[in-house]
């Protein structure tokens, strides 16, 4: 059997007595950090062989583990917290091991992205998880414009080097208006939750050094019905501004009356300019 374990994101005391069973009768334990693995196992005096698994494991560590399963040994694999595969290793040993017919289950556990989401107070019934953002400014802006429209609540993941640039990314596409939330540490000391427009949250983040540190989860609300509004403010109130001053300096005064994203507001000055020639 693989085991796929969850482990805890922060707080110890939420490992579940399933996950200590198994992880105590298990052959061997495939983890994506080998030292962090063992400090988790042996706050609760857990011994077992292990070895490293990760996304720059090569094939031939998976053909190890694949060994081991077809002997009649019993794996688990542990990222360094919260579930794996979810935006850590395990994809392709799990897609292995089912390819060539061995049994698999999960000990379902903490997930950072689904334990943010339940304390964000954004909508919930529907969501994307992203993952992390692409670190050049241009492709992670790119991302961003390619989800500007999607209704449902997003989720991601982010390095706590890039978090102020994300913010102030998302605060360039999706609009200083934007509803966010952002999560640090969940279930740790420091816990944090911020909550605003996406404009207050990066002052917010930019004014405290401390919500640079640790684990980060963003949240953004999905565009629903909002994206139709906004594009009629932003048309009605380019219309006025258009006939008074440069479209340039128009979009720069609708977004700071606003909120609303300027490239929004510049690209509708222009296609009413446009309109009237």
């Known amino acids: 059997m693989l085991y796929v374990v969850a482990t805890p994101i922060g707080n110890l005391g939420d490992i579940t007595a399933r996950a200590l069973e198994v992880l105590g009768n298990v052959d061997v334990i495939a983890a994506e950090d080998?030292?962090?693995?063992?400090?988790?196992?042996?706050?609760?005096?857990?011994?077992?062989?292990?070895?490293?698994?990760?996304?720059?494991?090569?094939?031939?560590?998976?053909?190890?583990?694949?060994?081991?399963?077809?002997?009649?040994?019993?794996?688990?694999?542990?990222?360094d917290a919260g579930t794996p595969l979810v935006s850590d290793p395990g994809y392709r040993l799990v897609r292995r091991a089912l390819e060539e017919g061995m049994n698999v289950t999960t000990l379902p556990g903490a997930c950072a992205a689904i334990a943010a989401l339940s304390m964000a107070g954004l909508?919930?019934?529907?969501?994307?998880?992203?993952?992390?953002?692409?670190?050049?400014?241009?492709?992670?802006?790119?991302?961003?414009?390619?989800?500007?429209?999607?209704?449902?609540?997003?989720?991601?993941?982010?390095?706590?080097?890039?978090?102020?640039?994300?913010?102030?990314?998302?605060?360039?596409?999706?609009?200083?208006?934007?509803?966010?939330?952002?999560?640090?540490?969940?279930?740790?000391?420091?816990?944090?939750?911020?909550?605003?427009?996406?404009?207050?949250?990066?002052h917010r983040v930019s004014n405290d050094p401390e919500q640079q540190l640790g684990e980060i989860v963003v949240l953004i609300h999905g565009a629903g019905e909002d994206a139709d509004a906004d594009a009629t403010r932003a048309h009605q109130m380019m219309g006025i501004l258009v006939e008074q001053m440069p479209v340039k300096t128009a979009a720069k005064v609708a977004e700071q009356l606003s909120?609303?994203?300027?490239?929004?507001?510049?690209?509708?000055?222009?296609?009413l300019t446009r309109s009237d020639d």
């Open 259 to 271: 909120g609303l994203p300027r490239n929004l507001l510049y690209k509708t000055g222009l296609a």
């Open 34 to 79: 080998t030292r962090r693995a063992r400090l988790l196992l042996s706050h609760f005096n857990i011994s077992k062989p292990m070895v490293a698994y990760h996304d720059h494991s090569d094939n031939h560590r998976v053909d190890q583990l694949m060994a081991e399963l077809a002997e009649g040994k019993n794996v688990a694999l542990l990222s």
């Open 123 to 202: 909508p919930s019934d529907r969501f994307v998880f992203e993952g992390f953002l692409p670190s050049k400014a241009a492709a992670r802006r790119a991302h961003l414009e390619s989800l500007k429209q999607e209704p449902r609540t997003l989720i991601f993941y982010e390095s706590p080097r890039r978090i102020q640039a994300m913010l102030s990314d998302v605060v360039e596409v999706m609009g200083a208006a934007r509803e966010l939330v952002v999560t640090r540490e969940i279930t740790k000391t420091h816990e944090t939750l911020l909550r605003g427009t996406a404009a207050d949250v990066l």
